[in-house]
């Protein structure tokens, strides 16, 4: 699998403004997102992990190093459209990112800033909305939506950029537990049935569970970087970096504490009751 | 408590007048205003009060929410009403008591203002209520357009104006929680002076207004992200096109005006 984001030897400085002192968030990091993949990044606050995701879609541009986007460079103004065309971006707040007053109207925002002829939009909002399962709602007041319902049409308006890559950030971290569902659930599907790349950044532990590779970050470095099965059984370290594990894991990891010879790997509830049942055996 | 501010509310429907190309109806309303200054006799007023009556039972739009958009403008009607009545003089001496004289020329012109007052409103209304107010920005970008060869900065505008819309009921949703919550922390905004009672609302607008600068914020990284660059080389879901129908408003509309006109110029 080739690579679809490249960042070589980032380093980003927030500039010093009034009496804030110039903040430096990463010296020096290096990560590939291979195209197809679905990778989680978790980290603790203010750890840089939004600041990183920025760095995709040339939002923010690097202070130093570079940043490469299915080869393109990001410092590159003239291909700003193509990278942020590539590279879909869902924010926190459905709120806030929402543009129009009625759900295909705001599907369509970006396919017309692309100058993407009518009925060829016409097209991709209807599949956009279908994907994400908000087709009947295409006629709604967006305010009048549940959070994970105005997530999903954050999202069905990113897909009507036809992206290779959707990095969403902290998606779900306004959203109730349904909500929360819906939106995971959706970008599950999008991975692995439209091959799209997927970068989720959140602070819920049992979401990274689904991706096939976690990152963690910590005071702007990589503290380790692997599939869910190996980040999440280095119990210690995560801890120490102020992160939780999934609640699966750290039955395990007390179980084995107390001297029962059970394995960490284990994610879902199913697998952990197996593994309990194995070592009772 | 601010749930019931409705602005430029909108009565979704699929009649003639709803279909009409929101171009179109702004033309229209443009052509009705004209004609009901040009009118001066009861038989031009009652020919555009008979377009006015066809248009809105066309759009299905309920009489009562037609006088209900009036409730504010009662004030003023009246005030309006009576300058008249008391201030033009002509035709025959109705009434002279103390300082007050009434002239029946001043009763007809009392009568006719109040009368284009209340059309001026109702006409008016009756655009708000068969158009969406995204169908409405949209219309008027296209109609000013050819202002931008002036440097307006149509599409600009248009888009604040859509994007001030759609923020309205999230911003009224704000202030009601912020209200809730300076409440719960024994704020009191019912009793008091006035001035007091002015002084209670800033702690519901500094939070509203940090607030509404955040999302500005988020709101413009969200549009950057999804490659918006301004109007140039901008295309849209739902174009605009004139049909058979907005032929037919329009030949309507010529009608009445030269209706007037002819009508004007033989004196009535």
Known sequence: MSNLITAEKLSFTYPASGERLALPVFENLNLEIAEGSFTAVIGPNGCGKSTLAKHFNAVLLPSGGKVWVAGLDTSDEEKLLEIRRQIGMVFQNPDNQIVANVVEEDVAFAPENLGVPSPEIRRRVDEALKTVGMYE?????????????????????????????????????????????????????????????????T????????????????????????????????????????????QTTELLYELRKQGWPVPLDALTPEECAEAIAAALR | MLKDITLGQFFPGKTPVHRLDPRTKLLLLIVYIVALFLARSYLSYGLVLLFLVGATLLGRIPFKSMTKGLK????????????????????????????????????????????????????????????????????????????????????????????ALR??????????????????????FETGSL????????????????????????????????????????????????????LIAFLVGALLLAGVIVLRHFGL
């Open chain 1, 137 to 201: 709602y295409r006629e709604h007041a967006p305010h009048l939506l549940s959070g994970g319902q105005k997530q999903r049409i954050a999202i069905a308006g990113v897909l009507a950029m036809k992206p290779r890559c959707i990095v969403l950030d902290e998606p779900t971290a306004m959203l109730d537990p349904r909500g929360r569902e819906e939106v995971v659930a959706t970008v599950t599907r999008l991975n692995r049935e439209q091959g799209i790349t997927v970068v989720l950044i």
């Open chain 2, 195 to 246: 001035m007091r009672r002015a002084k209670a609302l800033i702690p519901i607008l500094v939070p509203l207004f940090v607030s509404a600068f955040r999302r500005a914020d988020e709101l413009a990284t969200a549009m950057e992200c999804r490659c918006y660059h301004g109007g140039e080389g901008r295309t849209r879901l739902k174009v605009l096109r004139f049909a058979t129908i907005d």
């Open chain 1, 203 to 246: 602070h819920h532990m049992s979401e990274a569970v689904h991706a096939d590779r976690v990152i963690v970050m910590h005071r702007g470095g990589i503290l380790t970087d692997g599939s869910p099965r190996e980040v999440f059984s280095q119990v210690e370290l995560l801890r120490q970096a102020g992160l939780d594990v999934p």
């Open chain 2, 167 to 188: 923020f309205i009921p999230t911003l009224i949703e704000e202030t009601d929680k912020i209200i809730s919550a300076q409440k719960a922390r024994g704020a009191d």
């Open chain 2, 72 to 163: 504010p403008m009662l004030i003023f009607i009246l005030f309006t009403a009576l300058l008249n009545l008391f201030y033009t003089k002509g035709g025959t001496l109705l009434l002279d008591w103390w300082i007050f004289e009434i002239w029946s020329e001043g009763v007809k012109t009392a009568f006719f203002m109040v009368l284009r007052i209340m059309m001026l409103v109702s006409g008016t209304f009756l655009l708000t209520y068969t158009t969406s107010p995204i169908a409405l920005t949209d219309g008027l970008e296209r109609l000013l357009s050819p202002l931008k060869k002036l440097r307006v900065p149509v599409h600009e505008l248009a888009m604040m104006m859509s994007i």
